[in-house]
């Protein structure tokens, strides 16, 4: 474990760059919530928050801002960061560059499962509310489970067996979105509209939502850490120094599992942000997990505050998936990896 | 009798006809709107109560539109606050409205009073509740001696039209909405214009309101008549005399595949006060030789 020990130099650093990282988020959300079809300066932004969280809304900019932009920037930093640490580990536990949300087919998975509940779960509050996040991680469990199994041979996941699983899976959960959607004609228009994505409809209960898993899945993986950075070193070395590989790497599964279906249920698909960000991440910051999943949360938070920003700007007032823009990044990135992977 | 009619309606609409504020009004989403006063500021982000508001005479009421609000020409002076689907909320929200006009679908409606704007969400589903919409809306902006005239004045023009092709035979009708191609069912509001109008829909009520149909169910079924709706989408009599089966129907060898222009879908789309011109337009489609 001594090899992932940074020195006690290169630790402050680190710490300091996590600051860095976090005033970053918070300037670009200042920026982000001040542009928009109304042009709002940043001390208007900051005076709307302080009238927002003492509730006294006053002018029509607190209101643009308080109930329309922030709940929308802040949930889309909140699915950048789950979106990302879901990457992260599964990387992790895959050992395996390309692994990622979108490419593993789970969140082809959890759309499945939204799309299911939609159709048909019956629309009382309560139920249609619960059961939609619920179904979404079902299904992705079982999108990753048939993953694994068709990918697994020898002992081993070769990359191209997962990516070909992956898509192979992915694309079947696919079919079977639109095969509902074909099916439930009188929702079918629900269905497009939430598998369309966008932050367009944000609010805080929204968020409240979401925030909970979000919170647990951070927690649970910061505290996995250093196990990570233990089978980096190889399952059989990572056994001999105590850790229980399969179950450990089974709640690893499900905690990124829990992440990518917690961000897929809100907003639907967003492709590639996993896989970016915490390449990025070990690039600049080395592969101490430790250090990764703070430095990949805020990273991912940022992206997606910045990519949401472009997607409802680009061509306003009409707005485009924020999908688009992500693709548009990540597509290169991944064809990139795939060369420098030399499969 | 006409007279003594109208100047009943004025007598007793100088005694009814005030909306008294506060007024509270439940929508068809089942939403309570509670309006103090006589709205001043409104947005309409649907078609049919844009010309609802402004064939009630309260155009001047109208502070911002949806980007397919075009009728009557006054409104394209008014700022586009995009779709119903994906409205630009933030400008709607900047315009200060004190009632916002959105249909009853979509997530609009919800977002709205989520930020504390009043907010009227309904239109028309069928061809009478045109009338009540109009009704309601009329009592909500307070002007519901104008809603009393012109509910009497459409119903005239109707009993008019109905009159003008009494009696004679429905020739079938094939409406075309798009290429895929998709139609109109009976219990559809376009339906319902078609049966008023004196056409016999080929889809049955069994087949849904808005159904994809077989193209062998149209070449089966033999139309006389063939509306297109997507003509502005480059469908024509030669494009559907090009398809597989198609040259036979007795509305292309006839030559009465009728191409309707942008304009004259969106006055038989929209459940407005524009209804009757709809069945005007149909009804002399369908029966040339009864309506000059």
Redesign the interface.
Known sequence: MSEFKPKPAANSLRFMAIIFLALALIVVLIIATGI???AIPPGQVVAAVWHGISNNLVA?ND??IW???LPRALLAALVGSLLSISGLAYQGIFRNPLADPYLLGVASGASFGAAFAIAFLPSIPLVASLGLPIISFLFSLLAVFLVVIFAFSNNKIPIINLILAGVVVGSSFSAGTSFIMITA?DRA?NIL?WLLGSF??S?WAKLASVLPFYIIVLVLLMLSARALNLLQLGEEQAMQLGLPVSSFKAVIIVLATLATAAAVSVSGIIGFVGLMVPHAARLAFGPDHRVLIPVSALLGAIFLVLADLLARTII????IPIGIITALVGGPFFLYLLKKAEL | MKKILVSLVLFISALAFASDYPLTVVDDLGNELVLNAAPVRIVSMIPSSTETVCALGACELLVGRDQYSNYPEEVLDLP???SG??P????I??L?PDLVLVSE???LAK?LV???IPVYAGTAQTFSEVFDKISTIAKLINHEKEAAFLNLKMRTDLVNIHKLIAGASAPSVFYELDSSPYSVGPESFIGEIISLAGGDNIVTADL?TFPKLDPEYIVASNPEIILLADAAYGESAETLAARAGWSAISAIVSGKVIELSQEQVDIINRPGPRIVDALFLLAQIFHPDMID
């Open positions: 928009g079809s109304v029509v209101i643009i109930k329309i932009r004609k228009v509209a367009s409809l609010s306003s007032p009409e707005e | 586009e606050l995009g689907f994906s630009n909320l933030e400008a929200v900047a200060e679908s979509g997530d977002q989520d930020l504390g849904g």
